[in-house]
């Protein structure tokens, strides 16, 4: 569901994909809260990269602003050379295998970043500690390349960070290094076994990937217990949210919609892409943690 991009609208839904300073969101979880609140959503999820860091904080302000919480976690996976990105809401988070593959991505998270520092100094002004100042909760932010780019802006070098991707930071781009990241079948079963809710964040979008899960790789997820797709993402084209939705019936799977919203660090905005109440009430019923109101 597409809604118009004003901040007059109320909208009806819940915005299931919002990132924070604990990941490379540009607002705090409170200032995530009080944008769903200011914007009538009815309800919205933290989803910061591979990891939980944000959750108090969300949990403080979803309470002091009444606005329903949903507590989750972006994970970064791979499935045969395809970069997988997966949503993992309510999920036990003490759960000793997902703070392993946590611990496990964020640590080759900041290696890859030092290594994509290195290639740039060679064309660059730019260190390890530039990037390391653009960081806004330390070692409980989970760095990516939206940190490294900040220093290139900072710096006077780039307008802002899109225009840092467009040029420098990209997949083609010969400073890029890949994650190494964990199989997202293995992503689903840890998930699945901490209680929480798998699903596959923005499946169709071409442009972040040379190539695409195929129907066969998204079954293949399904009967290792994903349970959804989100389908209402910018980064599906109107082709691509027609085919997902025809995979999510026949598989039986969720349909989702999320803004992928980072505050001032992306275009997107909060609410431009929502869920509708019925498969939200679905997830908090199959999620081991609850809802915070
Ligand atoms: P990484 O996690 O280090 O691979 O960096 C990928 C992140 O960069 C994604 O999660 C996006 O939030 C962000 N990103 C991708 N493209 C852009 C863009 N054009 N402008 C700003 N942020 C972007
Ligand atoms: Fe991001
Ligand atoms: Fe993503
Ligand atoms: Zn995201």
């Not at 309800?43 to 302000?61: E, P």
Request: glycine share 8%.
């Amino acid at each position: 569901m597409s809604l118009p991009k004003t901040s007059h609208t109320i909208a009806q839904g819940w915005d299931l994909h919002c990132h924070s300073v604990y990941s490379d969101g540009t607002a705090t979880p409170e200032q995530m809260v009080q944008t769903a609140a200011s914007l009538g959503l009815d309800g919205i999820a933290l989803a910061d990269h591979d990891t939980s860091a944000g959750w108090a904080d969300a949990v403080r302000a979803a309470r002091s602003n009444h606005m329903p919480l949903i507590r989750g976690t972006e994970i970064t996976a791979d499935m045969d050379g395809v970069c997988v990105h997966m949503l993992g809401l309510l999920y036990d988070p003490e759960n000793e295998s997902v703070q392993q593959l946590f611990a496990t991505t964020r640590q080759h998270r900041i290696e890859r970043m030092q290594q994509m520092v290195r290639n740039l100094a060679v064309d660059f002004p730019i260190t390890w500690q530039d990037v390391l100042d653009m960081v806004r909760e330390g070692e409980q932010t989970t760095i990516g390349r939206p940190h490294i780019a900040d220093a290139l802006v900072a710096k006077g070098l780039f307008p802002n960070r899109s225009a840092v991707f467009r040029n420098t930071v990209n997949r083609a781009s010969k400073y890029y290094v890949p994650i190494i990241s964990p199989d997202a079948r293995q992503v689903v079963q840890v998930i699945g076994q901490a209680g929480g809710v798998s699903i596959i964040a923005h499946p169709g979008a071409i442009g972040r990937n040379a190539r695409l899960l195929s129907d066969e790789q998204i079954a293949q997820l399904a009967h290792l217990g994903l349970d959804g797709l989100e389908v209402h993402h910018r980064d599906n084209n109107a082709e691509q949210q027609q085919r997902l939705t025809s995979i999510a019936h026949h598989l039986d799977l969720l349909i989702t919609g999320g803004s992928d919203w980072h505050g001032t660090g992306k275009p997107n905005h909060m609410g431009e892409h929502v869920t509708d109440e019925q498969t939200v009430q679905e997830i908090i019923r199959r999620g081991a943690i609850g809802v915070i109101k």
